[in-house]
Nanobody, 125 residues
Framework: VQLVESGGGLVQPGGSLRLSCVGS????????IGWVRQAPGKEREGLGC????????RYRNSVKGRFTISRDNQKNTVYLQMNSLKPEDTAVYYC???????????????????WGKGTLVTVSS
């Protein structure tokens, strides 16, 4: 199964955006999915992860309360809802998986094995 992100674009500071990650060529319902971003000139930063059932979600401290990960396995889609966006949230956003049902340890989401191609989010006035 391949991961395909969508939903990126230009948004003003304080605005919201919802990204989607769809499984192409297979189903995602067996896999935990993480979200990772990479800003220009910076290292990849793991944002959070959701278990295959959706029962468990974990977040990087810096995005807790602003970002929410959810999933609809009927639609084969995982979402990243981003609110109160800031210019420093500008980055390419990726979904990723290790193709197992559980999330990796906190702080290691950026090291997941399988990635989509990403979608660009630009926060600017």
């Amino acid at each position: 199964v391949q991961l395909v992100e969508s939903g990126g674009g230009l948004v003003q500071p304080g605005g919201s955006l919802r990204l989607s990650c769809v499984g192409s060529g297979g189903t995602l319902d067996r896999y935990a999915i993480g979200w990772v971003r990479q800003a220009p000139g910076k290292e990849r930063e793991g944002l959070g992860c959701i278990s295959n059932s959706g029962d468990t979600t974990r977040y990087r401290n810096s995005v807790k309360g602003r970002f929410t990960i959810s999933r609809d396995n009927q639609k084969n889609t995982v979402y990243l809802q981003m609110n109160s966006l800031k210019p420093e949230d500008t980055a390419v956003y990726y979904c990723a998986t290790d193709r197992i049902s559980t999330c990796p340890p906190d702080g290691t989401y950026a090291g997941m094995d399988y990635w989509g191609k990403g979608t660009l989010v630009t926060v600017s006035s």
